[in-house]
Structure formats: structure tokens, C-alpha cells
């Protein structure tokens, strides 16, 4: 590693003296790249290794300017290095590759690169680099000056920056990240200043998992739709935190959430494919995160069969043990309700779609069949969620997020380098139905992993209570509900009759998850504040922390585990919380990467926290017995005194799951 | 100076060899571009850093296309890439094109074509050594009887 010549008064003169960070395993690249940016009159420090990079941005956040990256590398792949610093330091990062498909631009656009190089770089294209440091900058002081207009600057920061990560301070600390060794506890720090290139000095914005969750409910509580930067801020009521730090973070979340849709409705597509409880379970753990339900937009049966598996789990343990159902998301109507995220369509990353999935307060078992659960997702890019979620009833689509708070606050806590899952409460459909949409895990997977490098916002799909079905006439759901009303465990034992996980009395463990892990990356263990984490759920989440759970066999290595989360789960308040083990090294890559750090991840604090939503959620109509079930629920919940709740009034049905 | 002008037009006359004959393309040039007082010896380094890497590349991918149970393609085609990226940074321009056959080889899991372009990739790599240090040499020369090395564009 070489540290280039050190440029005083870099301030003045900008760009000369810019510090870069260049990352590259191939010595001959980084020599030439170290030179050319030296010719630049940039201070150029190098490394061969990603980890080492990541440990020195780590160090000193305020180190660097810019970072440029090579896409291929051995120790730690570009894209994942690459959503690491957005969300941790939340630096203007360049991608370096000789391969210049259009995919893998794509990629590297969507995992919130702010440009892609090919080599042979050249020189003039090094001399224009700065640009993307001023960019931001600028972006962030237009979002100062900006008062009520928070679209415009997020809309043109993303296109500007490329990424919607225009984001001053904020700093999602969601992803875990492999090196966990190296990191922080949580930090809840506010305010740290730090020195910025230009004459800017904004203090940093430390986005704990705490501070997220705020964020989550705050945003679930306005809608997706609605929530602007003014409002949350408003609603989260922090001290010395300004309007662009919400922006800034906002936009990071719904390009978050954005990715995630699009795995989710990979997903979806494929969980309809399977048609098997499992997988619906699967999925909706992977729903959890926000994005993962818009993603699932996709088939509208995948969706509502993996609503229904998982909310079978989900509110089949609300339903039946009202106090000790874990979820607590059926509250008023047992429904959760999925909000339609609208950002989905969003490369911000940082929006975070909460979903309230709104769970059909009729028992027919088939309702959530009918239920386009791809509703969800669509809504959330083409907000025709009510359209949807008319069927069921109306619960408020506030999606429950505070898993995705918590999950993102974890997820600071954890790892810094773990994007912050996009909660997106989905409201678990309730279903009578036996079939269960199987969420396809890999949607959530690929949701999640489709993080964007700044936002990765812990999803959590907040299981509709499916419960009032369950608890009611719905045979099915009776069926379901049973086994859920005994144990946490057993919630989905009956529904996953094709699940193949070993276990079948804990499906739902398995499914929530799976869910959660995927959306929850780098959950830390100190969601404790969450409730309750189920430390059981550890082996679930281990497994998928790498978005493998996206695989509804994924299910199954959760089932293998500890499936403990069960008894915590009911017992706690009302929440079904899946803890994933916990070692929140976020692995953010999508399906087809392997990342090791999985097991990591999920040893760190995952929590499937899926939190039904409260009183928002009331489903008129068909209610009945659900009605019955979401009182007792929210009885329940108030005895309970949930503790994410009770702020943000996000009754959803929130998984939180920490990866 | 008849010696230095003398060398000097071999150098330049050498260059442009390797430039048409394909070992050499643009970004060598601009590799020598960015030698200067403050990185003299830059050229010489990088190309000393790319031989290295390349030799341990070709070993690599040798070892993982010599496997008998199952060639790891997935390994061949990461060294493959990586020896692309390197080549086209220094402007190995032969080696760079191997390499880019080489890369569908290994797409197609074509284990002879492969070991094939693995044959081509080496014998490039020897070829561009051996002129590269000739072209060095004559630097030295050039640079040892006082005069300077002349840019060819």
C-alpha cells in the first residue's frame, strides 16, 4: 500500500489534493492507476485488498474523498466493497473493471457506484472523477437549502451521484459486513463532525439501528407515498438531526427498496413456480425487508402464496396464542398491511417501503389466494396498492418497520458495512388457505442483496395476521393456526405440507427466517430494544444471511437449527422474532454469490422481528373473528408494551429479521 | 551525439515495430507519457510488475486447467480476467486478444480450447517479454550516452 503525496490546503484547491482510496488485487492496475491519479494531483493511497480498504475507511471516515474500486477481487467482491462504503461512509464510489458488459455496469449502478470505469483507464478519465465529490456535496446543500421540496433534490442527487446516495451524514449502518472483527459497536453517536472536503461542515449522521427504526416507523407511519423528509423528521423527533440527513437517508432506503423489489419479484415469480408454503415462507422472510415485497409485486399469486405461507406462520401465531402469539401485527384487524412502496421503483436505496401488507380480515382461506400480494410490490411502483388491498380491508399501509429500523440500527450496530435493510412491512396476508403463496427466498434474497450500496435497509415484511383466519372459521387456517396457537413454532407445521424442511413445526421459525434474513442484513444483537429477539432463530437466519434462505430449503437449515424462537416468540410481545445468528456480516450479494460471511451474518443480530401491525390495521368487513383475534392481539400488544410500537403507532406485523 | 541519435532511431524504429506488429498498442504509449522526472524508472516498473503477475496468472490457470477431476472453469476464467485487465493496462495488446478468446473458451467450458489458448497466451507473453526488454535496453542505452528517450506517437 502506498500512500501518495500529501496535498495541502486541499480545500482551497479541490480537486488537487483529493483524496482517493483505490482499491485493485492486480499490482499492475493499481501501479498505473496510483500514477495516472498522481499525475492528477490527487492524494492517492492504495491497496490490494478490499479488507484493508474497508479497515482504513473504517479508521477515519473523514480519510478520504473518493474511493475507486476494481470490480473483480479475490478477498471481497467490488460490488459488495461497494455498498459497503455507501452505506457506512457513505462515499461517492468508482467502479474499475475490465469487463465492461452491460450488466455488470448495471450492477455496479444499482449497488450505487457513481461510475464505472473500464481499463485501460485513461487519464482523462481520472481528471473528471472529482466531479462526483462536488456532486454530492452539492446535492447535500441543496437539500439544506431545500425546504420543502424533498424530491427534487433526491431526484436529482440520485441521477447526479448516479445513485441516489446523495446523502450528506447520514450513514446506514446495515450491512454487516464480513470483517466484523474490525467492527463497531453500535454507534448512536450524532453529530460527529467530521470535515469535509469542501467548506461544507456538516456533522455526520451516525444512522443507528435505534435511529432507524425511528426512521422506519416514522416513514411507515406517513406511508410511503407520503413520507417526505420534513415529516419524518418530525415524527422521529431527534435532536440535531436535520432534514437532509432524513433525505439523504430516505433516498438511500427507497433505492434499496427498489432493488429489493426487483428481487422480490424475481422471486415471486419463482415462489409461484414452487406453489409450496415453503417457499411462500421463504419469501415472505425475505420479504421482510421492505423491497422485498414490492419486489414480489411480481405474480400476484406468488405473492399471496407467500403472504399466505407466511403470514400463516406469522398471524397463525398471533392468531392462536393471542398473548402469546408472536405476531403482534394483528392488532386491530390482524391484518398487516402492505403499503405499496411506492419507491420501489426508487434507485434510492434509501427509501424505505414499508409495506403494510394488508392481511384480509375475511378468513376465507382463500382470500389472501385472491390477494394480489404482488399488490404490494406493484404498489409499490405503481402505488396501486389500494387497488389491492381494497380486497382486504383497509388497514393503513404503514408498513411495520421498525424491524427495518431496528434491523438498520442493528445492522449499525452490527455491521457497519451491512446495508440497512429496507424494512418494508408487508402486511401478511392473512390466508385461510392452505397453499400458502411460497415467497420464493430468493426473492428476498435477491431483493435484499440487490441493495443498494447505501441503503440497505433491513426489510421486514410484516406477516399479516393471518390469524383472524386462522383463529377463525377458515379451516385452513385453523389447520395452520393450530399448530401456530401451540407453539411459535409450529405455526406453519401444517401449512408447508410441501415444505420440505425437516422440521415441520416450525415453519414458520424457518420462513420468518429466511424472510428476515434476507431483508435483515446485519441485524444486531442489540435489537434487544426490539422485544425479543429469538435467539433461537439464529440457525435460520445463519443460513440465509447470504440470501441463500431465499431458497425455500433454506427453510430447512433453519428448521435443523433452532427454531427456539418459537416459545420467545409468543411469549414476547407479540412478536415473532427471528434472530438470526449473529454475526452481521452482511452479505449483500444476490443469489449467485456465495458469501461466506453468511454464517457471520447471521451469528450477529439478526432478528426476524415481525411485528403485526396495531391499531392502524383494522380490516373492516370480513373481519370477524379476526377482529376478535386483532383486539385480543392488540391487547395483547399493549400489555406487552411493545416496545418499537409504541412510538411510530406501526402496528404492522414486522419481521424483523437481523441478519 | 551520432551514438545517442543513433540509438534513438533504433529505439523509435523498434517501437513502431512492436506497435504494428500488435504486441504494443496506445495505452504503452501513454504508459510513456506518464514517465517523468518524479516516476523515472515508471514504464520499467509497471511492465516488471505485469511479468510477474502474468507468470503467476498462466501458473494458475495451468494448475486449474491440469485437474483431472473437474476443471475449476470458474477459477480459469477469474485468472483469465484479471490477466486481461492487466494486459490491456499496460497494452499488451496480443495477450490482451488471447485472453479475450480465451474467455469464451472458458464460458463454453472447453477444456481443450483452453488449454490451447493457455499455450498462445504464453508463448505472447514470452515474445512481448523479450521485446520489452530489448525496447529497455536500449533505453538504457540511450539514457547511459546522455541523451533522452524519444516519444513515439
Not at chain 1, 462526483?132 to 421540496?149: E, L, P, Q
Not at chain 1, 379451516?475 to 393450530?482: G, K, N, V
Not at chain 1, 399493549?638 to 404492522?652: R, S, V
Request: hydrophobic content about 35%; aromatic content about 6%; proline content about 4%.
Amino acid at each position: 500500500m502506498r500512500v501518495g503525496r500529501v496535498i495541502s490546503d486541499e480545500n482551497d484547491s479541490f480537486p488537487v489534493g483529493m483524496r482517493v482510496l483505490a482499491v485493485d488485487d492486480d499490482p499492475t492496475c493499481l501501479l498505473l492507476l496510483e500514477t495516472l491519479l498522481t499525475k492528477c494531483k490527487y492524494n492517492v493511497t492504495t491497496t490490494s485488498q478490499a479488507i484493508t480498504a474497508l479497515k482504513m475507511l473504517r479508521e477515519n471516515k473523514n480519510k478520504f474523498d473518493l474511493v475507486i474500486s476494481d470490480v473483480h477481487m479475490p478477498d471481497m467482491d467490488g460490488f459488495k466493497l461497494l455498498e459497503l462504503v455507501g452505506l457506512e461512509m457513505d462515499l461517492p464510489v468508482i467502479m474499475l473493471s475490465a469487463n465492461g458488459d452491460t450488466k455488470l455496469v448495471m450492477k455496479g449502478i444499482t449497488h450505487g457506484a457513481c461510475d464505472y470505469l473500464l481499463k485501460p483507464v485513461r487519464i482523462e478519465e481520472l481528471q473528471n472523477i472529482w466531479q462526483h465529490v462536488i456532486r454530492r456535496k452539492k446535492f447535500d446543500r441543496k437539500d439544506r437549502n431545500g425546504s420543502g421540496s424533498q424530491d427534487k433534490p433526491y431526484i436529482d442527487s440520485s441521477e447526479a451521484a448516479g445513485l441516489g446516495n446523495v446523502d450528506q451524514n447520514g450513514k446506514f449502518n446495515k450491512k454487516r459486513k464480513d470483517q466484523n472483527e474490525d467492527e463497531d459497536e453500535e454507534r448512536d453517536e450524532n453529530g460527529h463532525d467530521n470535515e469535509d472536503l469542501s467548506t461544507q461542515k456538516k456533522p455526520r449522521v451516525v444512522w443507528s439501528v435505534e435511529l432507524h427504526r425511528k426512521f422506519v416507523a416514522a416513514v411507515n407511519q406517513l406511508g410511503i407515498e407520503k413520507a417526505v423528509p420534513k415529516k419524518i423528521l418530525e415524527l422521529m423527533d431527534v435532536e440535531n438531526l436535520t432534514r437532509e440527513n432524513v433525505a439523504s437517508h430516505l433516498q438511500k432506503f427507497r433505492l434499496y427498496l427498489k432493488r429489493i423489489s426487483c428481487v422480490a419479484n424475481q422471486q415471486a415469480n419463482m415462489a409461484a413456480a414452487l406453489g409450496s408454503v415453503d417457499s411462500t415462507h421463504l419469501r415472505m422472510g425475505t420479504m421482510n425487508g421492505l423491497g422485498n415485497f414490492h419486489t414480489l409485486a411480481g405474480p400476484d399469486q406468488i405473492h399471496n402464496a407467500a403472504f399466505r405461507s407466511f403470514q400463516h406462520s406469522g398471524v397463525l401465531r398471533r392468531l392462536n396464542t393471542p398473548s402469546g402469539v408472536g405476531i403482534s401485527g394483528l392488532p386491530s384487524s390482524g391484518l398487516v398491511q402492505l403499503s405499496p412502496v411506492q419507491n420501489l421503483g426508487n434507485t434510492s436505496t434509501n427509501q424505505s417501503k414499508l409495506q403494510s401488507f394488508v392481511i384480509p380480515g375475511n378468513h376465507n382461506a382463500n382470500i389472501l389466494q385472491g390477494m394480489p400480494m404482488s399488490l404490494e410490490f406493484d404498489q409499490l411502483q405503481n402505488n396501486r396498492a389500494a387497488s389491492h388491498v381494497g380486497q382486504f380491508p383497509s388497514v393503513d399501509n404503514t408498513t411495520v418497520l421498525p424491524v427495518s429500523s431496528i434491523s438498520a440500527s442493528l445492522i449499525d450496530a452490527g455491521c457497519s458495512s451491512s446495508p440497512l435493510l429496507g424494512v418494508t412491512s408487508n402486511s401478511l396476508l392473512l390466508e385461510g388457505s392452505s397453499q400458502l403463496p411460497t415467497l420464493h427466498a430468493r426473492n428476498l434474497r435477491d431483493s435484499v442483496s440487490g441493495f443498494p450500496n447505501r441503503s440497505t435497509l433491513s426489510d421486514f415484511t410484516s406477516i399479516a395476521p393471518a390469524s383472524n383466519q386462522l383463529h377463525g372459521s377458515k379451516a385452513d387456517i385453523q389447520d395452520q393456526a393450530s399448530p401456530i396457537s401451540c407453539n411459535a413454532g409450529k405455526i406453519i407445521s401444517s401449512a408447508p405440507q410441501d415444505w420440505n424442511a425437516p422440521k415441520k413445526d416450525a415453519p414458520y421459525q424457518s420462513n420468518v427466517p429466511s424472510c428476515s434474513i434476507n431483508s435483515l442484513r446485519a441485524v444486531n444483537g442489540d435489537m434487544a430494544w426490539l422485544g425479543q429477539c429469538l435467539d433461537q432463530n439464529n440457525p435460520i437466519f445463519n443460513r440465509n444471511v447470504g440470501f441463500d434462505f431465499v431458497d425455500p430449503l433454506s427453510i430447512k437449515f433453519s428448521e435443523g437449527e433452532n427454531l427456539a424462537m418459537e416459545p420467545s416468540v409468543i411469549e414476547k410481545e407479540g412478536y415473532l422474532m427471528v434472530q438470526p445468528s449473529r454475526q452481521g456480516s452482511y452479505i449483500p450479494d444476490n443469489e449467485d454469490e456465495n458469501f461466506a460471511m453468511e454464517p457471520s451474518v447471521i451469528e450477529k443480530e439478526g432478528y426476524l422481528i415481525v411485528q403485526p401491525r396495531r391499531q392502524g390495521s383494522y380490516i373492516p368487513g370480513n373481519l370477524g373473528s379476526l377482529e376478535d383475534l386483532a383486539s385480543a392481539i392488540t391487547k395483547q400488544d399493549h400489555d406487552k408494551g411493545k416496545p418499537t410500537d409504541g412510538d411510530f403507532g406501526y402496528n404492522d406485523y414486522s419481521l424483523r429479521t437481523c441478519i | 551525439m551520432d551514438v545517442v541519435n543513433q540509438l534513438q532511431r533504433q529505439f523509435i524504429d523498434y517501437s513502431a515495430s512492436l506497435h504494428r506488429e500488435g504486441f504494443l498498442d496506445d495505452q504503452f504509449t501513454q504508459l510513456q507519457k506518464l514517465q517523468d522526472d518524479n516516476s523515472p524508472d515508471f514504464v520499467v516498473e509497471v511492465a516488471s510488475l505485469f511479468f510477474e503477475d502474468c507468470e503467476k496468472l498462466i501458473n494458475n490457470m495451468a494448475r486449474a486447467l491440469e485437474q483431472q477431476q473437474g476443471v475449476d472453469f470458474k477459477q480459469v476464467d477469474a485468472s483469465v480476467h484479471q490477466l486481461k485487465g492487466s494486459s490491456s493496462s499496460i497494452g499488451a495488446m496480443r495477450v490482451k486478444d488471447v485472453c479475450i478468446a480465451f474467455r469464451s473458451f472458458c464460458e463454453a467450458q472447453n477444456r481443450e480450447g483452453c488449454l490451447r489458448c493457455l499455450q498462445q497466451v504464453t508463448h505472447e507473453y514470452s515474445l512481448l517479454k523479450n521485446k520489452l526488454q530489448t525496447l529497455f535496453r536500449l533505453q538504457q542505452q540511450i539514457l547511459a550516452a546522455g541523451g533522452s528517450i524519444p516519444v513515439v506517437e
